[in-house]
């Protein structure tokens, strides 16, 4: 009955480390010390050049077989003494976001939220954000964004691909969207 017992629980314990690992694999670590960030990124993607970028973007990774799928993290200065929550819900940043996306008509960019919560981790803030953007083009993107602040900067990683591949790499997607933390 015992050796049963133990059994079962190493057989559980296996699939736990294996279902852990492999959400994990491709993925590779990336660590800003200078602004104090990190994230995982998935293996094959290419670190750009953001020097004649707009202001504020600190780091831009995209897929090397996928152009269209990238990343980017945003450092933007703010009030020292606010926090996440001073800037309002995880509803509110979704929101002022995407008004700011809609309100350039010139870009021909709609954006519509989908989802917005708050995560804590490491007794840090964060906002994950989800949202569909139709193009000028009439075509669609899918964004994921991780937003946090500390010592008087806003944090705002983004990640996003086209709407048709958004069903192969969603989960990914995820997984390091929530990979996102200051330190």
């Not at 995209?62 to 995880?90: H, M, R």
Request: proline share 2%; net charge negative; hydrophobic share 35%.
């Amino acid at each position: 009955m015992l050796k049963s017992f133990i059994s079962i629980i190493l057989i559980i314990f296996s699939i736990t480390l294996t279902s852990c690992s492999s959400a994990l694999s491709g993925l590779q670590a990336y660590v800003d010390g200078i602004d104090g960030y990190q994230f995982l990124y998935p293996n094959g993607w290419m670190l750009v050049d953001v020097k004649n970028v707009s202001e504020g973007v600190d780091v831009v990774f995209k897929d090397f077989l996928e152009p269209s799928e990238n990343l980017s993290v945003i450092v933007s200065k703010i009030d020292s003494k606010k926090n996440l929550a001073d800037l309002g819900t995880p509803t509110d940043v979704g929101y002022r976001f995407m008004k700011m996306v809609n309100q350039d008509s010139s870009n021909g960019r709609e954006a519509e939220l989908i989802s917005a919560e708050k995560r804590e981790q490491n007794l840090q803030d964060y906002y994950l954000l989800e949202y569909k953007v139709k193009l000028s083009n009439n075509e669609y993107r899918h964004n994921l964004a991780s937003v946090a602040t500390k010592n008087g900067k806003l944090y705002t990683f983004n990640i996003s691909t086209t709407e048709s591949r958004w069903q192969n790499v969603g989960d990914l997607f995820k997984t390091v969207t929530k990979s996102f933390n200051l330190s």
